[in-house]
């Protein structure tokens, strides 16, 4: 699908995406770069950065990929210093790099679970500490009068609860806390503005592979609850809003890009059972209570 932006809203800017050599990240990083931004990415798998640099250039885009970890703070200085080095600056930094997979509190060992916190939340903050010599107003290529952006991708799994997800909502909820205290902080301090993103679940991505396996789907055909499947476009459009001056006078919040399925519940009673059983219920109800004394209405 076609962007709704002008192609021209990120020209001058340089972003760095960590886990933008695929998936939802990767789609962040081509429409960046399709809106004028210059990108850098980071990742762990030299072969995955090659194709995704490849398929950028290929259009027309200006990109670079640098492997590293967002657990090491080392490959975080690494990281950026290399960015910044090659293309003069650093505007916008998008928190992308993810863990995750289903796993039952029973059986999930505590390393596992500090594995996807050192990861979601912990790299998040890392790069961020990292970045802000760069990303604050009068850093190197800023405007003495404004800084940067830090977007955070983030989900939903926290805001009630989710099965075999407690490592990754416990990550998430840390991760959306960064954004508040960021933005409250770098936002007076530095002029950053620091958003998230909440995407739902996202059509052809690990997190699909991971979160709703084939090799369950299949077999519970009719079973399982229809959930309806979002584009990795979708997630891009929200990022680039946020990080546009559409987005000028947005700060601290996590967006939710998921169609609504984070509302989603059992629908226990059908519509026509309501229409034929809510009046009766109601009338009886009041006759209940016209039956009782004044005071106890
Ligand atoms: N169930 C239970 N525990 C698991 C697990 C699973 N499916 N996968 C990993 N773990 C545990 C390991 O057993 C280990 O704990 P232990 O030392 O107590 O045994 C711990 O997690 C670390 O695993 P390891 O494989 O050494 O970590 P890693 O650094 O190589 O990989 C992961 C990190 C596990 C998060 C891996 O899934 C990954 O690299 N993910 C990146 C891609 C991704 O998931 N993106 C998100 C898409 S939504």
């Not at 490592?167 to 806390?177: F, P, R, Y």
């Not at 891009?236 to 509302?263: E, P, R």
């Amino acid at each position: 699908m076609e962007s709704v932006f002008k192609p021209d809203i990120l020209n001058g800017k340089t972003a760095l995406i960590t886990g933008g050599g695929s998936g939802i990240c990767f789609e962040i990083s081509t429409q960046f770069g399709k809106h004028g931004a210059a990108i850098a990415i980071m990742g762990r798998r030299r072969h995955v950065l090659d194709a995704a640099v490849d398929a950028l250039r290929s259009q027309g885009i200006r990109a670079i990929g640098i492997e590293g970890d967002v657990r090491k703070q080392e490959d975080a200085v690494r990281v950026i210093e290399g960015t910044v080095k090659h293309f003069g600056r650093l505007d916008i930094l998008v928190n992308g790099a993810a863990g995750n997979f289903l796993a039952s509190p029973e059986d999930l060992s505590p390393n596992g679970f500090r594995t996807v916190l050192d990861i979601d939340s912990v790299g998040t903050y890392t790069m961020c500490h990292e970045a802000l010599k760069y990303l604050k107003k009068g850093g190197l290529g800023k405007d003495p009068s404004s800084g940067g952006l830090i977007l955070n991708i983030s989900a939903t799994l926290h805001y009630r609860a989710a099965w075999y997800q407690i490592h990754v909502s416990a990550a998430k909820a840390a991760v959306d806390s960064i954004t508040r205290s960021l933005a409250l902080e770098w936002g007076s301090d530095f002029d950053i503005r620091v958003n998230g993103i909440a995407p739902g679940l996202i059509e052809g991505t690990l997190g699909q592979q991971k979160l709703l396996p084939k090799e369950i789907t299949e077999t519970r055909k009719g079973l399982m609850p229809s959930v309806r499947l979002g584009e990795k476009w979708d997630i891009a459009m929200a990022a680039l809003y946020l990080v546009s001056d559409a987005g000028k006078f947005v700060n601290g919040t996590t967006l939710i890009v998921d169609g609504g399925h984070w509302l989603s519940q059992p629908q226990y009673i059908s519509k026509e059972e309501v229409k034929k059983i809510s009046k009766i219920v109601e009338k009886k109800s009041r006759e209940l209570t016209v039956g009782l004394p004044t005071s106890k209405l």
